[in-house]
């Protein structure tokens, strides 16, 4: 029996509300195993909210509660991104 | 303002409006959610504890735990993701028949289950006939993806509380909320008062 | 690389409706103020009804960024919510909405090069399309290998496109039918296994991207498949459409 999970990719449009930039790409270094992953690659279970799982070692990554108005998002482990900056953004 | 999609009514049930709490439809299937991957647990080795906050921690082995006298009966049940499903039948030993006896003052309970899911009660939403918990659906045994073997079943309260694969139930003086609310989630969440988000 | 502003549900007219298979359609959209799209991307598209209802499911764009149209295939699921009304109902005229472009780790584009390795379960074939069709477009010659596995023809989505991009712009396609290949077939049947992955190659030696997309336990099979055979974890890219394929 499989899993009802699918992955990063498929909340991204979630994670495109918190985050400025796209967020299947970046990067998290995950505080149970060390291993990096990019988001997209994460496992993502849907129950109330969102949870995304490092899919090396089935930690939770990332948990996001979806709300009419709101989205409360707890971060674990280390993210890297990188964030393109508007022509205008100056030093 | 969206735009209508001319037609589209969704998989929804005709019902009775009074028996649907605010903001809630009627669903035909049984979705599964979850938080992680469906644990599988040993029967040979799995316990359900009740601990914390008493004189005696009581511990069952799932035989022993068969052999509680258990109840059947149908409830209603209501997903925050707002589909209910009516008239669901279960098979059950009541938290009453499983803290019988039990001396404590504490007010609150923490559901501890397998997977490393956790919810938060007062305990006193979880007596006088109001929670089981359950190892059998529709006359069958409870499935993996649905909470098999056993799961807190609360339907007063939104089914986030009505914890699958329970291992534990730790009694407590004090509250400590669990895997949903302390991430947004409404700490009591009574779908009659739509109680869906921390600010509800 | 990616577009800058936050993502907006903006406004979808179908355009031109095209059946595909018996049990899926393309949708041609009109969306007035879209950004264009990498090849791969998706877009959330919701649906209201009359009292507020509403429901959301992500499609992937199948149509390539040179196209200038959006284009989402959509294949129905049994007893599903919106596939039923997108694929039965909906018409030239009618309007939802759509999110996007979403998704930066499931795209690709020509200027990356090859070699790419496409793996395909069912309507998982719409993103890897686009990067097909993107690729033809730009008349480019990376390296580019597909393995679609369908039901039977009847469910196979743009064969006879396929069939004709293969000469014309040097790619490699193999199908494996699971349920009934075509009479006289002697091509690949049943389920992907190691063998067809290691003759649609290349080996791991060329460090191809793999970009794997379909329901669920077809991806987590196949991508286990290819790292079993020594492909580099981080070149892989999945999409999981969920248990059901979206």
Redesign the interface.
């Known amino acids: 029996?499989?899993?009802?999970?699918?992955?990063?990719?498929?909340v991204?449009?979630l994670l495109?509300?918190v985050l400025a930039?796209?967020a299947?790409?970046v990067r998290r270094t995950c505080q149970s195993c060390g291993d990096v992953q990019?988001?997209?690659?994460h496992?993502a279970?849907?129950?109330?909210?969102v949870?995304l799982?490092c899919p090396s070692c089935?930690d939770?990554a990332v948990?996001?509660?979806v709300?009419?108005h709101?989205?409360?998002?707890?971060w674990r482990g280390t993210l890297l991104m990188e964030v393109?900056r508007?022509e205008d953004a100056g030093a | 303002m969206a735009p209508i999609s001319r037609g589209f009514r969704g998989r929804r049930s005709d019902v009775d409006p009074g028996r649907l709490p605010p903001g809630q439809y009627l669903t035909p299937d049984f979705p599964v959610l979850s938080a992680g991957p469906t644990p599988r647990t040993d029967l040979a080795t799995w316990t359900l504890t009740i601990d914390g906050a008493v004189d005696e921690p009581r511990t069952w082995s799932w035989d022993e735990f068969l052999a509680l006298p258990s109840e059947t009966f149908t409830v209603d049940i209501h997903c925050v993701t707002k589909w209910s499903k009516l008239d669901t039948t279960w098979t059950g030993v009541s938290l009453d028949a499983l803290l019988d006896g039990v001396e404590t003052e504490a007010e609150f309970v923490v559901a501890w289950c397998d997977g490393d899911y956790t919810t938060n009660l007062p305990l006193e939403d979880v007596t006088g006939g109001r929670a089981w918990v359950a190892h059998t659906y529709d006359g069958e045994p409870l499935e993996a993806e649905h909470g098999g073997p056993a799961r807190l079943l609360v339907p007063h309260l939104y089914f986030w509380k009505s914890a699958k694969w329970l291992r534990r139930l730790t009694l407590r003086p004090d509250d400590e909320p669990g895997f949903w609310e302390s991430v947004g989630y409404h700490n009591y969440g009574d779908p009659w008062r739509e109680q869906r988000y921390w600010s509800d | 690389m990616t577009p800058r502003g936050p993502l907006v549900w903006r406004t979808a007219t179908i355009g031109a409706v095209k059946e595909e298979t018996p049990h899926a359609r393309t949708l041609s959209l009109e969306v007035p103020g879209w950004p264009g799209h990498r090849a791969g991307q998706h877009v959330d598209l919701r649906l209201t009804a009359e009292d507020g209802y509403q429901a959301q499911r992500s499609y992937s764009i199948s149509s390539a960024p040179e196209a200038g149209s959006v284009e989402v295939t959509v294949e129905l699921v049994d007893d599903g919510e919106v596939s039923p009304y997108l694929v039965e109902d909906a018409r030239p005229g009618d309007q939802f909405e759509v999110r996007g472009p979403i998704g930066g780790h499931f795209s690709w584009s020509v200027d990356e090069g090859g070699p790419v390795v496409l793996v395909a379960g069912g309507s998982g074939l719409a993103p890897l399309m686009s990067m097909l069709r993107h690729r033809a477009a730009r008349a480019s010659q990376a390296d580019a290998r597909l393995l679609v596995s369908a039901r039977s023809p009847r469910d196979a989505l743009y064969r006879d496109e396929l069939e004709e991009l293969e000469p014309r712009a040097g790619l490699l396609v193999a199908w494996t039918f699971t349920r009934e290949p075509p009479p006289g077939w002697l091509g690949f049947a049943g389920r992907v296994d190691a063998e067809m992955l290691t003759a649609v190659g290349p080996g791991p030696q060329a460090r191809p991207r793999c970009f794997v997309c379909g329901p669920t336990p077809f991806v987590e099979h196949v991508a286990n498949l290819l790292v079993d055979a020594g492909h580099d974890p981080h070149l892989i890219h999945a999409e999981r459409f969920g248990p059901t394929g979206g």
């Open positions: 029996m499989t899993d009802m999970h699918t992955d990063g990719n498929g991204a449009g495109a509300e930039t796209e299947t790409v990019a988001l997209g690659a496992r279970y849907h129950g109330a909210g949870v799982r089935g939770v948990r996001i509660g709300h009419a709101r989205l409360t998002v707890e393109e508007a």
